[in-house]
């Protein structure tokens, strides 16, 4: 471990985006006007800090909408949720209230136009994960085409596509710009006429954390990235760290650092996935002061972000609207 005090740089922008800002928000206001319980299909956002602190408020996270009583309150996540897991809620006449991000929603509409135009969707992202199930469960077959779902450049050679001048695709919005970028330049390739998004899906605030962390690996030996495991948009910081040839960890919080990792350090660099909490990364900042001296040198923004999404108007501060007035309203996703 170095004599001298270890330089902290902390990367701007990092941690809460509006969309997550929005999904937690909902939670706590539906807490507030409903009180306990109010049930979340999947966690909110994957961060555990969030998700354990909102349990203790009343909120229960569920996979399976059977688990919810009738007469409940359900809060769709920030994921995004398949059509049929919507019409099963609204079938059932749970009040819901959804906090899914506006741009994963989206992601959703595009998909639908490119149903109903009987096109085949390549879809670009991880399997599994909810944002994506969530898309694809947003695609109509019945209309003639197929949705297809790749996570890497090589499965673009495996593609069976039946009309390929009916050909479009989207992408989850938390995936590594710069391997997204290949993977869609793979397609055009082999796919001229495939048609994409006018906007890319990636979300601003994941292209902005990401481009945030390539300038901490131009001064840092090693980069901290605050966010859980199970964060799409956390692990790509720390693959992008990596790839640059940095030593990179991905952890919950200041407990679970390591002071081995620091014993040829001289800089590291700070962030935090678009999911997690800045009270967790000044927990980290203080720890690394308390072990090692740290100076902290906070790094320029790479970009300002103004974007903020509005709450469902039976949630908002101002809607004059008791909780007995708000009984039987479904609100759906709103940005502002």
């Known amino acids: 471990m170095s004599a001298t005090p270890l330089k902290i740089h902390l990367a ?9 800002d929005r999904a937690v928000e909902i939670v706590d206001r539906a807490l ?3 009180g306990a319980p109010i049930f979340v299909r999947h966690e909110i956002v994957h961060n555990r800090f969030i998700v354990e602190n909102l ?7 569920i996979e399976e909408l059977a688990d919810v009583p009738d007469g409940a309150t359900l809060i769709f996540s920030a994921h995004g949720v398949s059509r049929a897991i919507e019409t099963e809620a ?6 819901v209230f959804d906090a899914t991000c506006p741009l994963v929603t989206k992601v959703h509409l595009e998909v639908e136009r490119h149903a109903r135009l009987g096109r085949d969707v390549v879809l670009i992202g991880h399997a599994g ?5 969530g898309t694809m469960g947003h695609f109509d077959a019945r209309f003639g085409g197929t949705i297809h ?8 050679a495996a593609l069976h596509i039946h009309n ?11 995936l590594s710009v710069d391997e997204t970028q290949a993977i869609i330049a793979a397609l055009r390739r082999r796919f001229p006429a495939i048609e994409g998004p006018k906007k890319d899906d990636i979300c601003y605030a994941t292209q902005n954390r990401q481009d945030a962390v390539r300038d901490l690996t131009q001064t840092c030996d090693l980069i901290l990235v605050v966010g ?3 964060s799409s948009n956390s692990n790509r910081l720390r693959e992008i760290a990596e790839q640059a040839g940095k030593a990179a960890y991905l952890i919950d919080g200041a407990a679970d650092i390591d002071d081995a990792w620091f014993a040829d350090c001289a800089r590291v660099g700070v962030t935090a996935g678009a999911s997690a909490p800045e009270v967790l990364v000044q927990q980290v900042l203080a720890h690394l002061a308390q072990r090692f001296g740290g100076e902290l040198e906070t790094t320029a923004p790479t970009i300002v972000e103004h974007m903020v999404f509005a709450l469902p108007k039976t949630l908002r501060p101002d809607a004059g609207m008791s909780a007995e007035t708000n009984a039987g309203t479904n609100a759906g996703a709103s940005a502002g």
Not at 12 to 20: L, Q
Not at 55 to 61: D, I, L
């Open 164 to 174: 390929p001048k009916g050909l479009a695709y989207s992408t989850q919005t938390t």
């Open 129 to 133: 994960h909810p944002e994506v199930e």
């Open 228 to 230: 859980s495991k199970t």
């Open 32 to 34: 507030d006007l409903f």
């Open 90 to 95: 609204e079938t059932r006449g749970l009040r």
């Open 149 to 156: 779902l790749i996570e890497r450049i090589d499965d673009v």
């Open 12 to 20: 701007n922008p990092r941690g809460f985006c509006a969309g997550v």
């Open 55 to 61: 349990r203790s408020k009343g909120a229960v996270f």
